[in-house]
């Protein structure tokens, strides 16, 4: 969408055009919005780094940003209560620990901000259930027992699109496998614009070329997933010789060469993780492997990681000595974007006639 139709949907909604979140000159150009979600279900993988983590915090400054741990998207799986709410504040000091900077973006936890659940209603309203028939996570995520989903798992790309549309986000930096909810959500603004005139912003999906599907380590035809088995995935919290071991154990091929071959995509992974930690050109990898094995380069890989994290653990190991500044700074988050969710779901309650 262009940005006069993005601006022309904005001031239709009521919502303010300039950013939120940052105090721009009125003389210069506004900056695109961006809004991502993370789910407390776990703590964060390595995956959830390389492929979102690392660019929500990298890209601050270019962007109006807007980030949210979405504890209402854990719950449409069970999860123990106890170990919700840990994890939920556990996420949140992860992604300060990471870098995100609450002077620069809002962070704050979803279930705090009813607009985002009122505004969901509203799209299931006009979502037929064909379209959420196609995704292709429910279909995995549901498995075999398709009757026993929650009908909040049926629903969760609605829940998910009314997140990002709430905030007239441009854009939506996500991994490869939310995809196709950001293409869902573009589809549900439009029809809802389509009945109702222009009310939402139609953001896009913003996914990088290297990185966005980080794959397991333990079986690399599948996703790095903090749903599956320990050894799988890296978790950002996991000690040094975890890590270290989890990658020696990786699963790689009966070759030898150390080459980024997509075909051999065991040792691909680890190289492409390789890339994106130490920021070298994939040649340059390739030249400082050539003549060693397998287990040197795991070694080296095991460092990478162990460097990068370090940080990151002490970081949280700090923030977590006060919950208290912890509890105050995802209020204030939600207290700044807040405007932005009420003008939207106004607009949209009076576009259908609620109020
Ligand atoms: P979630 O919590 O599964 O993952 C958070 C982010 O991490 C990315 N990611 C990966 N990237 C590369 N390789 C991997 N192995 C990998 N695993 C996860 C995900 O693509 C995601 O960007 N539905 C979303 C949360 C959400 C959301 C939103 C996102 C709710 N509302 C609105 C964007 C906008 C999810 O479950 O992400």
Same mark, same amino acid.
């Given at each position: 969408?262009s940005?006069?139709?993005?601006?022309?949907?904005r001031?239709?909604?009521?919502?303010?055009?300039?950013?939120?979140?940052?105090?721009?000159?009125?003389?210069?150009?506004?900056?695109?919005?961006?809004?991502?979600?993370?789910?407390?279900?776990?703590?964060?993988?390595?995956?959830?780094?390389l492929g979102?983590?690392?660019?929500?915090?990298a890209?601050?400054d270019?962007?109006?940003?807007i980030?949210?741990?979405?504890?209402?998207?854990a719950?449409?799986?069970?999860?123990?209560p106890a170990?919700?709410?840990?994890?939920t504040?556990q996420?949140?000091?992860?992604?300060?620990a990471?870098?995100i900077?609450?002077? =620069?973006?809002?962070?704050?936890? !979803?279930?705090?901000?009813?607009?985002?659940?009122?505004?969901?209603? +509203?799209? @299931?309203c006009? #979502?037929?259930?064909?379209?959420?028939?196609?995704m292709?996570?429910f279909?995995?995520?549901?498995g075999?027992?398709?009757?026993?989903?929650s009908?909040?798992?049926?629903?969760?790309?609605?829940?998910?699109?009314?997140?990002?549309?709430?905030?007239?986000?441009?854009a939506?930096?996500?991994g490869?496998?939310q995809r196709?909810?950001?293409?869902?959500?573009?589809?549900?603004?439009?029809?809802?614009?389509?009945?109702f005139?222009?009310?939402?912003?139609?953001?896009?999906?913003?996914i990088?070329?290297?990185?966005?599907?980080?794959?397991?380590?333990?079986?690399?035809?599948?996703?790095?997933?903090?749903?599956?088995?320990?050894g799988?995935?890296?978790?950002?919290?996991?000690?040094?010789?975890?890590?270290?071991?989890?990658?020696a =154990?990786?699963?790689?091929?009966s !070759?030898?060469?150390?080459?980024?071959?997509?075909s051999?995509p065991? +040792?691909? @992974?680890?190289? #492409?993780?390789y890339?994106l930690?130490?920021?070298?050109s994939?040649?340059a990898?390739?030249?400082?492997?050539?003549?060693?094995?397998y287990?040197?380069?795991?070694?080296?890989?095991?460092?990478?990681?162990?460097?990068a994290?370090?940080?990151?653990q002490?970081?949280?190991?700090?923030?977590?000595?006060?919950?208290g500044?912890l509890d105050?700074?995802?209020?204030?988050?939600?207290a700044?974007?807040?405007?932005?969710?009420?003008?939207?779901?106004?607009?949209a309650?009076?576009?259908v006639?609620?109020i």
């Amino acid at each position: 969408m262009s940005t006069s139709t993005s601006a022309r949907a904005r001031r239709d909604s009521g919502a303010p055009a300039t950013a939120a979140t940052t105090v721009t000159p009125a003389t210069t150009p506004r900056r695109e919005r961006v809004f991502s979600g993370i789910k407390p279900s776990g703590t964060p993988t390595l995956g959830n780094y390389l492929g979102a983590i690392r660019h929500w915090v990298a890209e601050q400054d270019i962007y109006d940003n807007i980030y949210c741990v979405v504890d209402l998207h854990a719950i449409t799986v069970p999860q123990d209560p106890a170990e919700l709410r840990a994890n939920t504040r556990q996420l949140a000091a992860l992604l300060l620990a990471c870098g995100i900077d609450p002077e =620069r973006s809002a962070l704050f936890i !979803q279930s705090h901000m009813p607009e985002h659940s009122e505004l969901a209603w +509203i799209l @299931n309203c006009v #979502t037929p259930t064909g379209w959420l028939n196609r995704m292709t996570q429910f279909k995995a995520k549901a498995g075999a027992d398709r009757e026993a989903a929650s009908a909040g798992l049926y629903a969760y790309p609605v829940l998910m699109a009314a997140d990002i549309l709430a905030y007239q986000t441009d854009a939506v930096p996500v991994g490869d496998d939310q995809r196709q909810h950001v293409e869902l959500t573009r589809d549900i603004a439009n029809a809802f614009n389509y009945r109702f005139g222009a009310t939402f912003v139609e953001p896009r999906a913003l996914i990088r070329e290297v990185g966005a599907r980080i794959m397991s380590l333990d079986d690399p035809a599948k996703k790095m997933s903090k749903s599956e088995s320990e050894g799988s995935y890296i978790s950002l919290l996991d000690p040094p010789d975890a890590i270290r071991k989890k990658i020696a =154990r990786a699963t790689t091929d009966s !070759q030898r060469t150390i080459v980024f071959d997509e075909s051999r995509p065991g +040792i691909y @992974n680890l190289l #492409t993780i390789y890339e994106l930690l130490s920021g070298q050109s994939r040649e340059a990898i390739e030249a400082e492997f050539a003549s060693k094995g397998y287990k040197e380069f795991k070694a080296a890989l095991g460092e990478l990681v162990v460097t990068a994290l370090t940080p990151v653990q002490a970081r949280y190991a700090e923030i977590t000595e006060n919950p208290g500044q912890l509890d105050a700074l995802l209020a204030r988050g939600a207290a700044r974007v807040r405007p932005l969710a009420q003008a939207t779901l106004r607009t949209a309650k009076a576009r259908v006639g609620l109020i």
